[in-house]
């Protein structure tokens, strides 16, 4: 696996007006992983992948991609290497899957560069991988949790990004649903070689997709690393509240936690 990092965080501040959530905070997304953001509620999780994806501007530190200042990059330019999917992300009433995903293609057009057939197959073929062809012609606030969140993947993917960051893919899904989005998310990494960040809340889940753990707390970074590494019942207890045991999840070899009684 990589050890270079294309987008970076410098001493990054968050605020939200004077309420700051994180302060100092360095990140080195790693390329070629798909990284997993751990920690309980309100540590600054979905704050820094907005950051990241330029949907947040910093109160101080930087946001790099390439080396460049995120947020003193065109948003055209950078909205062709990162795909972002916030939390819980609404269409407009009656949009079909396929004007979606078309949507994507947005970035790479211009006055001068309007939709053409490669656009079309470009968006036929996301909606192919995804397994959304056959609901093209749905409106996506008629589709399943599951089918929603995927349809707004294949939206990303139509986008062409290198990089794809996704807020809490699997929240209101079932435990069915959420495998299915994370499977998803896996084969865009290890099929299509796209670098993926994700916050996630379930702990074992993270732990089985992900290839790096980013565990916060309080607006800090506690531990970066390998699940195995991650995911002791010291840095549970230490970061969660949580006593727990981790084992070796049997289908998978990766750390499942298990949680004790209070």
């Known amino acids: 696996m990589s050890t270079t990092s294309r987008l970076q965080a410098r001493d990054l501040r968050l605020a939200y007006g004077d309420v700051t959530v994180t302060e100092h905070l360095d990140v080195d997304v790693v390329d070629g992983a798909i990284t997993a953001i751990i920690g309980p509620n309100g540590c600054g999780k979905s704050t820094l992948l907005r950051a990241l994806g330029r949907l947040l501007r910093p109160a101080a530190g930087q946001v790099l991609l390439d080396g460049r200042q995120i947020d003193r990059a065109p948003t055209r330019e950078v909205a062709k290497i ?68 995927r349809a707004w993947i294949s939206m990303a993917l139509a986008q062409g990004t290198d990089l794809l960051l996704l807020d809490e893919p699997t929240t209101y899904l079932d435990l069915a649903h959420q495998i299915d989005v994370l499977d998803l998310a896996a084969r865009l990494h290890r099929e299509l070689r796209r670098t993926v960040v994700m916050v996630l809340h379930d702990l074992s889940l993270a732990a089985r997709y992900a290839d790096i753990l980013v565990a916060m707390k309080d607006g800090r970074i506690v531990v970066s690393g390998p699940p195995q590494e991650v995911l002791t019942p010291q840095l549970l207890a230490d970061v969660f509240g949580l006593r727990a045991l981790v084992v070796p999840d049997p289908a998978t070899g990766t750390p499942l936690v298990v949680p004790l009684p209070r």
């Open 82 to 149: 990162v795909g972002v999917l916030p939390q819980s992300p609404v269409a407009p009433e009656g949009l079909t899957v396929a004007d979606l995903v078309m949507r994507g293609r947005h970035p790479h057009q211009s006055w001068f560069s309007q939709w053409s057939r490669a656009d079309e197959g470009i968006v036929a073929e996301a909606l192919r991988w995804t397994d959304m062809i056959d609901l093209a012609d749905r409106p996506v606030d008629a589709l399943s949790g599951g089918q929603r969140q």
